[in-house]
């Protein structure tokens, strides 16, 4: 499958600092990237849809200027947490989306995640 | 956000065994299908495409019906190594938003 790199995969930051996270597709250009947050023992909840060259589609609930996401190209999208705080602790995954030509399934690919800790 | 159901589980069964997940989907407007794996504190990783003819790949076997809105997977001669949570992906139709389920997990045992 495709690879899609993440990084930091884990940072440890004080309450009140802001932490960026990267998402990378290495061997394909993704139009779309999708940012996840996970807590423990529950599934994944969809953030926020990232589209190269346009502001990010956020899901009901999740703060936009909170969360600030930029697609800056094809293969990278950040997610910006600002003003961290202890209920931020999550794990936060990105995917991209494998590019739609041909009409296929549209699968994605997910990066190994980057786990935050906020003190 | 239309909803994407399945068991949780846990399902505990011995090595060998064959063991098959549901999954339901609200929206019938839904257009691609998807079985993941996630390993405990890993990222998710694709399992398989699910086709509307069906479609196999070694053990694995998964199904599309999309008059009772609903995707199977079946898992022949379950491995200790199958352990894990599968979770059902559905994309919407048009946007194609991906829509997780909650995942069902399993274990297999010696």
């Known amino acids: 499958g495709a690879v899609v790199s993440q990084h930091p995969s884990w940072v440890i930051c004080k309450s009140g600092t802001s932490v960026k996270i990267e998402c990378r597709s290495l061997?394909?250009?993704?139009?779309?990237m999708f940012w996840y947050r996970q807590f423990p023992k529950q599934s994944l909840m969809l953030m926020a849809t990232?589209?190269?060259?346009?502001?990010?589609?956020?899901e009901q609930g999740v703060e936009k200027d909170k969360f600030l996401i930029n697609h800056a190209s094809l293969t990278l999208s950040t997610l910006t947490v600002t003003s961290a705080h202890p209920e931020d602790s999550s794990f936060y995954i990105c995917s991209a989306r494998w590019p739609s030509g041909g009409g296929d399934l549209l699968e994605q690919f997910f990066g190994p995640g980057t786990r935050l800790t906020v003190l | 956000r239309k909803e994407v159901e399945q068991d949780p589980g846990p399902f505990n069964v011995p090595e060998g065994a064959t063991v098959a997940f549901n999954c339901t989907y609200s929206n019938s407007a839904s257009q691609s299908f998807f079985w993941y794996r996630q390993d405990c504190r890993k990222e998710p990783k694709l399992l398989m495409s699910?086709?509307?003819s069906g479609n196999e790949d070694g053990r694995f076997t998964a199904q599309l019906n999309r008059a009772s809105q609903y995707i199977s997977l079946l898992i022949r001669d379950s491995k200790l190594s199958d352990s894990a949570t599968y979770l059902c992906?559905?994309?919407?139709?048009?946007?194609?938003?991906?829509?997780f389920g909650r995942g069902t997990s399993l274990i297999v045992h010696p």
């Open positions: 061997d394909f250009q993704a139009t779309t």
């Open positions: 990232s589209n190269e060259g346009s502001k990010a589609t956020y």
């Open positions: 992906v559905v994309n919407d139709g048009g946007s194609y938003i991906p829509t």
């Open positions: 699910v086709y509307s």
